[in-house]
């Protein structure tokens, strides 16, 4: 019983990664979500590199409130880098998480930020 919902989330996330790849021109921004924390990342499936990340360990952020205000701010932090990169468009990868919660909520940070998906 212990472990059904994260197999139910591995199965939604190979489901979605059948249909989402990152290409050089439109990298995947990819989450993971933890108890404590968030962690974006903008993935380039075609050579397999990290193109831009954050995360609520990030030394660069510095935010404060709850989790999904944290989470916005990380999704502020993720767009930043990936314009700075040169990266406006992305495909976002929910990684197998409901689009609600941390997950809504630093997918329109990083839409404010610049990124458009």
Known sequence: MAGIKSNRRERIKKGIRKHLTG????????????????????????????????????KEFAGSGNKVDQSKEVG??????AVAAGISKVVFDRN??????????????????????
Do not use: M
Request: avoid cysteine.
């Open 76 to 81: 502020k932090l993720v767009a930043e880098k």
């Open 23 to 58: 290409s050089t021109e439109r990298p995947r921004l990819t989450v993971f979500r933890s108890n404590k924390g968030i962690y974006a990342q903008v993935i380039d499936d075609t050579t397999g590199t990290t193109l831009a990340s954050a995360s609520t360990l990030s």
């Open 96 to 117: 197998g998480y409901l689009y609600h919660g941390r997950i809504k909520s630093l997918a329109e940070g990083a839409r404010e930020g610049g990124l458009d998906f």
